[in-house]
């Protein structure tokens, strides 16, 4: 049973648009969020984090939104980026220092340039 | 910058045998962790240790088991690998509230 769902296992965008990752999840004592960013051969990133109390987080390009009544949390990127082209893999942890963070299955985001 | 080192890129080994999987940070990080990424399924949580020689089991720990002698060194054993652990395991620490990964080991057990 997953609790945390990336229900779209791949998304293409052109470069220079807004990409829209999303995220659903079910266990309503999940409080903070985190997006990871993935590039082949190499360990997850840390990208951007939000925490119950908000319903937006931004940094930069990428902004996370977080919908509280209907667990879901989606990841933009704008404008998008070649450079972005990654597995994209979202998470979630009940407390700030939740050591259980439980991942998603992934999206693959490519961008073309 | 935070590193997070992992022993072996690839590793090729057979049904049965005992594997060790080495991870050392270097930033005193006292939560160390074990995921393996498969899939369709995401990282799914192994064992974490958030001290030496302490030790919690995760999401799937049946057939894997862990030691953390030392602090900057968590390794994750396979007691007698089996097909269905082939898969690539990533090992992170954390700090600052987040993880810090490993490049990963991609484990194919023949």
């Known amino acids: 049973d997953q609790q945390v769902k990336q229900n779209s296992p791949s998304l293409s965008v052109q470069e220079g648009r807004i990409s829209i990752l999303n995220c659903d999840y079910t266990?309503?004592?999940?409080?903070?969020f985190l997006w990871y960013k993935k590039y082949p051969a190499e360990g997850p990133t840390f990208l951007i984090s939000?925490?119950?109390?908000?319903d937006k987080n931004e940094d930069g390009r990428f902004t996370v939104f977080l919908n509280k009544s209907a667990k879901h949390l989606s990841l933009h990127i704008v404008p998008s980026q070649p450079g972005d082209s990654a597995v994209y893999f979202c998470?979630?942890?009940?407390?700030?220092?939740?050591?259980?963070?439980?991942f998603g299955a992934g999206t693959i985001l490519r961008v073309k340039s | 910058d935070v590193k997070v080192t992992q022993s072996s890129r690839y590793l090729v080994k057979r049904t049965g045998e005992k594997v060790f999987l080495e991870c050392v940070q270097d930033?005193?990080?006292?939560?160390m962790f074990w995921y393996r990424q498969d899939p369709g399924l995401g990282l799914r949580l192994i064992y974490f240790?958030?001290?030496?020689?302490?030790?919690e089991k995760g999401d799937i720990p049946e057939g894997y088991s862990v030691s953390r002698e030392k602090k900057e060194r968590f390794s994750l054993i396979l007691e007698s690998a089996s097909t269905n652990q082939t898969s690539m395991y990533l090992c992170?620490?954390?700090?600052?509230?987040?993880?810090?990964f490993g490049s990963g080991t991609q484990l194919s057990v023949l």
């Open positions: 266990n309503s004592m999940f409080d903070y």
């Open positions: 998470a979630a942890s009940v407390g700030f220092y939740g050591n259980k963070l439980v």
């Open positions: 930033m005193d990080h006292e939560n």
């Open positions: 240790s958030y001290d030496v020689k302490m030790k």
């Open positions: 939000i925490s119950s109390i908000k």
């Open positions: 992170a620490s954390r700090g600052d509230e987040k993880l810090f």
